[in-house]
């Protein structure tokens, strides 16, 4: 399972990155004008979003017409090969990506709300089909319960598209994800830092360090060699 860190601000991302433990990083419009509003243009912050990972980047494109949904991605596509091109999961955006298949431009299907419409995208052959969790509301199935069903019937049916397991709110979602076998997912910066907080204040390494201090300084060799 991949894990991809949800931001477009600089300083996240490459303190993440510096951990080595993400595969990548997930971009929406949100994210990328929050960071515009900082001072920079949408150009810098992709570019330099682009230059920081050593990984998969998740750009999406701003439009919903086919032209220029086509050539929006294929904009994205040249910035590199890691770069998934993110593609809204509409009629119009699961036509453009057949067309993007056949070009060999990897995408990614969003804003899908139920298995029947990530089946009809998981035809179009995209890398991935998203399921934001926190966004499913008003539907029979809940966020987690959405991305097990949909992972489940791409196994069953043999989609080559992999499940990104996106707005995870809470710690246990991101079990969750592993247990059910979900290709990726996307984390914030916020509960990637829990993770760190709730390893740093466990007992056990308190302990082990206390246990070691004590030991008296002239006996405390082996590491003031």
């Known amino acids: ?113 139920n298995t029947v419409q990530a089946i009809m995208a998981a035809q179009n052959y995209p890398e991935y089909v998203s399921i934001k969790t926190g966004k499913i509301k008003n539907t029979a199935e809940d966020g987690m319960e959405l991305a097990y069903n949909v992972n489940q019937t791409f196994k069953n049916c043999g989609f080559d598209a992999k499940v990104l397991v996106g707005g995870i709110s809470k710690l246990e979602d991101i079990t969750r994800a592993g247990i059910m076998g979900a290709g990726a997912i996307s984390v914030t910066y916020p509960l990637l830092k829990q993770v760190e907080g709730d390893i740093n204040m466990g007992t056990e390494i308190a302990e ?8 008296a300084e002239s006996s405390r060799t082996f590491f003031n060699k």
């Open 1 to 113: 399972m991949k894990v991809f860190l949800d931001s477009s601000d600089i300083n996240e991302i490459r303190e993440i990155s510096d951990y080595g433990f993400i595969d990548g990083v997930t971009t929406d419009p949100v994210s990328i004008a929050r960071e515009v509003t900082k001072g920079s243009t949408t150009e810098q912050v992709i570019t330099s979003i682009i230059k920081a990972v050593n990984g998969e980047v998740h750009i999406q494109v701003v439009s919903q017409d086919y032209d220029s949904i086509m050539s929006q991605a294929f904009k994205i596509h040249s910035l590199g090969m890691n770069v998934i091109v993110n593609i809204p999961a509409t009629f119009t955006g699961i036509k453009a990506m057949l067309k993007l298949n056949e070009k060999k431009v990897k995408c990614s299907a969003l804003s899908v709300y």
């Open 208 to 215: 082990q360090m206390e246990a070691w201090n004590k030991i």
